[in-house]
């Protein structure tokens, strides 16, 4: 059911976003190693972290120091930009992929409180991380919350269970945040967006957050990718303002734009004195 | 020891006080510390005005000491806290970690290491469990409970019995409080297959489980026989966590004649990972309660 060995041989370059069967695999449950949920976790003050985890973060934020900030601001962003789809697009449908481990603020929190029928379909394909989701995770009566087990990268499996919980002639809005740049260039992230929003109808929206190779200097990247290639189980991509853009190609930039997390329609309470790390947007399907 | 060092005044045991009354206390200063710091107010010009040492200051934020209700005013006022609503939250809590337990009452039949899991129990903002034969005690119907404890009190009095069976539900009174905890718990199958009581009672249990599965507040997962061995193999324990950042989450591990509870994150974290791990290879929420109605069919 989580793990499809036989996809393994396959690898993960050249079936993402082309439709095939291939399926990316889990990562394993090993504590001893720095984990991608974890570690955001532990940035957010969370408990649900272990020793290897905190390490890498540790190590991390020694060279950017910006992190800790980075992933409040992103969490932060997460709230505006739901509430914003929501209370002002009048999107009632969300498909967030890369859901991690809950802590306060989850998508369908932010937009229940809006609108209690809002449907949320959360993705990860970390079993560990599913698991609290599904605990954790629980809906309003209005409305409703799904949980599938699947890699971003396995676009068909993601849509096609996606569609039982979400009405796809209707309105979605694509979250993405803050898991893009874990997909690295060889696996295609343009593509894998834009299988997701082919699958969409016009009014659909994007979301993204993404960590900005050029919000840092080449020297922090080069140090922070050392870092995670020793500590973590996933590795990173930074991308730089371009790059993020292109994932909008033929979408309506919603004002201001492309923007660091915490420059993104900042509300009175946002702390917009520190700088991220981080792009995001959010756009419009015409 | 003492020996040229500056003399401190004798820490009371943490032991010899109910596990509540130091959690809220411990809630209660870590509050007021970051309160003081964020006034810019050193412990010794804290200690002043209410006529105290900078260590007892230091004490009262660690949670070590009691707190008179007119300290934590002053000190409120000190730091500047004007505000109505925080003064008064903060003064409950302060009220609340002097009160005596509502077990207190049960006294002749609670051991001691069972008071401090009531105490962290009533405090906790989640509860994850691993149960490998019993249905956690907070899901217990009254035949039940009484099934489970005659069995393990044989020699003890019906008046006993009753005593405890009334405790373990009074217990139960946590989940509809205001904002009760979230309770996960992932539990062998053979916590639904064997019948505690007899068939009739089982399937009641069965019937009760299935409903507390459906409150929002309330995760069920079961490890079906047919997931082959799983990562439990220690045996029950549960991890309560605080919503203070500070507190570490506790984890509790009941014997014949007492328990253990531990609290050093490297011991903590192997936990963790276990129950991590289970709800992992458990089933799904959603098809535990369909797993739970079966069951019950088949008692």
């Known amino acids: 059911m989580t793990s499809d060995q036989t996809a393994a041989g396959a690898g993960t370059a050249g079936t993402a976003g082309s439709g095939t069967a291939g399926k990316a695999n889990p990562p394993p449950f090993d504590t001893s190693v720095a984990n991608q949920a974890r570690i955001y976790d532990y940035l957010l003050g969370g408990k649900d972290n272990y020793a290897a985890d905190r390490e890498a973060v540790d190590a991390v934020l020694k060279i950017a120091p910006e992190m800790g900030f980075t992933a409040r601001a992103n969490r932060a962003f997460l709230g505006r930009a739901v509430r914003y789809l929501v209370a002002e697009a009048g999107i009632r449908q969300f498909l967030d992929i890369g859901t991690g481990i809950p802590t306060a603020g989850n998508t369908h929190q932010v937009a229940q409180a809006i609108a209690p029928e809002s449907r949320v379909v959360y993705v990860d394909y970390d079993p560990i991380v599913l698991a609290h989701a599904r605990a954790l995770l629980t809906s309003t009566d209005a409305g409703a919350t799904e949980y599938i087990d699947a890699d971003l990268r396995d676009t068909q499996v993601i849509l096609g269970q996606a569609a039982r919980l979400l009405d796809f002639t209707k309105p979605v809005a694509v979250t993405l945040i803050s898991i893009l740049h874990a997909i690295p260039d060889d696996d295609d992230p343009h593509a894998i967006v834009a299988t997701l929003l082919d699958a969409v109808p016009s009014g659909s929206y994007l979301g993204i957050s993404h960590m900005g190779s050029d919000l840092m200097s080449a020297e922090t990247l080069r140090e922070m990718t050392a870092v995670w290639k020793r500590t973590s189980q996933q590795q990173y991509t930074p991308r730089s303002r371009d790059q993020v853009a292109r994932f909008f190609t033929g979408l309506d930039l919603v004002e201001p734009g492309l923007a660091r997390v915490e420059q993104w329609r900042p509300e009175p309470e946002t702390d917009v004195a520190h700088r991220s790390i981080m792009w995001s947007a959010v756009g419009r399907k015409a | ?299």
């Open chain 2, 1 to 299: 020891m003492d020996a040229g060092l500056p003399s401190l005044p004798p820490l009371p045991d943490p032991d010899d006080v109910p596990a509540e009354a130091t959690v809220l206390r411990m809630l209660l200063g870590a509050q007021l510390r970051r309160l003081r710091e964020s006034a810019g107010i050193s412990a010794e010009q804290a200690a002043y005005p209410i006529r105290a040492s900078r260590s007892k200051i230091s004490r009262m934020e660690t949670g070590r000491v009691g707190f008179k209700l007119r300290d934590v005013e002053d000190l409120l006022t000190l730091y500047g806290v004007t505000d109505g609503q925080q003064r008064t939250e903060i003064l409950a809590l302060a009220r609340r970690s002097s009160a005596p337990d509502w077990w207190a009452r049960y006294g002749d039949i609670l051991p001691g290491w069972f008071e401090t899991y009531l105490g962290l129990e009533s405090a906790a903002t989640t509860i994850r469990s691993f149960e490998v034969q019993f249905v956690p005690g907070l899901f217990q119907t009254e035949d039940y409970a009484r099934a489970v404890t005659q069995l393990g009190h044989h020699s003890a009095s019906p008046a006993e019995i009753d005593r405890r069976v009334a405790l373990r539900i009074k217990r139960q009174e946590l989940l509809s409080r205001p904002s009760p905890p979230r309770v996960w718990a992932v539990m062998d199958e053979a916590v639904l297959r064997r019948p505690y009581g007899g068939p009739e009672v089982m399937r009641e249990q069965l019937r009760r489980l299935a409903q507390a599965a459906a409150r929002p507040q309330v995760t069920l997962q079961v490890v079906p026989f047919a997931r082959g061995g799983h990562a439990g193999a220690s045996g029950a324990f549960s991890i309560l966590r605080f919503a203070e950042r500070d507190l570490p989450d506790v984890v509790y591990i009941e014997q014949l004649t007492s328990a253990l509870y531990l609290d050093q994150r490297p011991d903590v974290e192997h936990y963790l990972e276990v129950v991590d791990q289970l709800s992992g290879q458990a089933l799904t929420p959603a098809d535990t309660a369909a797993f739970i109605e079966q069951a019950a069919r088949e008692t």
